[in-house]
């Protein structure tokens, strides 16, 4: 196994500055998108019934940091192709983890009010540390493949910098 593949972040040490502003500000989108609604970060918008647990911070933050650098993997140089692609399951865990467990509508339907207190709360620290780890899975994964496989760019000859097709 190359070094490369072993330490998919090593990588990152060699990101621009363009690459890390990226990720700090799809770092605050994430933090802002799973604390708002959840009222973790306090806000006018939402209405906490139950108390943020201890653990919710930290999932947050971790959450807000492995989403922006994962975000910042798509982020390309002006010379490389467009690059798409989508992570969602980690971030979707955490904002289910981090919610109050009788404020989320679809818990409550699905289990009632008393189910969703009972048997959703204590659930959720496990779906914090689930999404962590799918987060964490994700960068692992996208760092290992842009060392494996880089993009050439077009000034190396890609072959999507030859003459536009007549």
């Excluded at 770092?27 to 973790?40: E, I």
């Excluded at 399951?89 to 339907?109: E, Q, R, T, Y």
Aim: glycine content about 10%; charged content about 10%; hydrophobic content about 50%.
């Amino acid at each position: 196994m190359s070094v490369h593949i072993a330490n998919p972040a090593a990588g990152m040490r060699g990101w621009p500055a363009r690459r890390w502003l990226v990720s700090a500000a799809a770092a605050a989108v994430f933090a802002l998108v799973a604390g708002m609604p959840t009222d973790v970060i306090p806000n006018p918008l939402a209405n906490r019934v139950e108390p943020v647990t201890w653990w919710s911070y930290p999932t947050l933050a971790v959450t807000a940091v492995f989403g922006g650098l994962v975000f910042a993997t798509y982020a390309r140089s002006p010379a490389q192709p467009v690059a798409t692609g989508k992570t969602t399951g980690g971030g979707l865990l955490s904002a289910l983890a981090i919610g109050c467990p009788v404020c989320n509508k679809l818990v409550v339907f699905a289990m009632g009010t008393s189910g969703a207190a009972s048997l959703w709360a204590p659930l959720q620290p496990v779906l914090a540390v689930a999404s962590l780890i799918l987060l964490g899975w994700a960068l692992r994964t996208r760092l290992a493949a842009e060392r494996a496989c880089p993009v050439p760019s077009a000034a190396a000859g890609s072959p999507r910098s030859g003459p536009a097709p007549t």
